[in-house]
């Protein structure tokens, strides 16, 4: 069966960086796109981009080019989010999600990995 | 602040009927096609319906969605208290050239 096997939940400090993992199983991890998905603490859903896993390419959302990246290792089927420069207002769930198609369709979704940035 | 409107709220009572707008612009719910989530807390988002108006297999045919012009609904019938969670609209923005969702709905079944 399909799983999204996510790292464990990260406590940083301001300045700092993370790198969260997302383990895929179940599926041909290139035929499927990656996508991350933040919520912040009692807010919504926000899109933070996606990666081709064939290709590589990636795309962000306004706002998080820059210090957030993604990345993969084909080899072990896992997608990477890594943020640098971490904020306060980093401080969410960062989920990642199987892209089925569409640029928001998500069939299939990790746990979620928490990120909190305090002092 | 989002680009899709969802009414933050929405209620009723086991077996009604409930409705959940989401409305949006020529340049997101317009040109593209409309997806439907159902989160409860501390939990992952579940795709609830494709393409508009298509459930995935599991999916309850209890759940519908429709599109028209710049809004889309998820409707929800035969209301049961399992139900109780929040939903979001998704869609991708061909401005923004990203995916937005909605703010959310909080349903409550009283």
């Known amino acids: 069966q399909v799983q999204l096997e996510q790292s464990e939940s990260e406590l940083k400090k301001p300045g700092a960086s993370v790198k969260v993992s997302c383990k895929a199983s179940g599926y041909s991890f290139i035929t499927y796109s990656m996508d991350w998905v933040r919520q912040a603490p009692g807010q919504g859903l926000e899109w933070v981009g996606r990666?081709?896993?064939?290709?590589?390419?990636?795309t962000y959302a306004q706002g998080f080019a820059g210090r957030f990246v993604f990345s993969l290792d084909t080899s072990v089927s896992t997608a990477y989010l890594e943020i640098s420069g971490l904020k306060a207002d980093d401080t969410a769930v960062y989920f990642c999600?199987?892209?089925?198609?569409?640029?928001?369709?998500?069939?299939?979704w990790g746990q979620g990995t928490s990120v909190t940035v305090s002092s | 602040q989002s680009v899709l409107t969802q009414p933050p709220s929405a209620s009723g009572t086991p077996g009604q009927r409930v409705t959940i707008s989401c409305s949006g612009s020529?340049?997101?719910?317009?040109?593209?096609?409309v997806n439907w989530y159902q989160q409860f807390p501390r939990m992952a988002p579940k795709l609830l319906i494709q393409g508009n108006d298509r459930r995935p297999s599991g999916v309850p045919d209890r759940f519908s969605g429709s599109k028209s012009g710049t809004s889309a609904s998820l409707a929800i019938s035969d209301l049961h208290s399992e139900d109780e969670a929040d939903y979001y609209c998704a869609v991708w923005d061909d401005n923004l050239n990203a995916g937005v969702f909605g703010g959310g709905t909080k349903l409550t079944v009283l």
């Open positions: 990666i081709n896993t064939k290709t590589g390419k990636t």
């Open positions: 999600a199987r892209g089925a198609g569409g640029w928001t369709t998500f069939d299939y």
């Open positions: 020529r340049s997101n719910i317009g040109d593209n096609t």
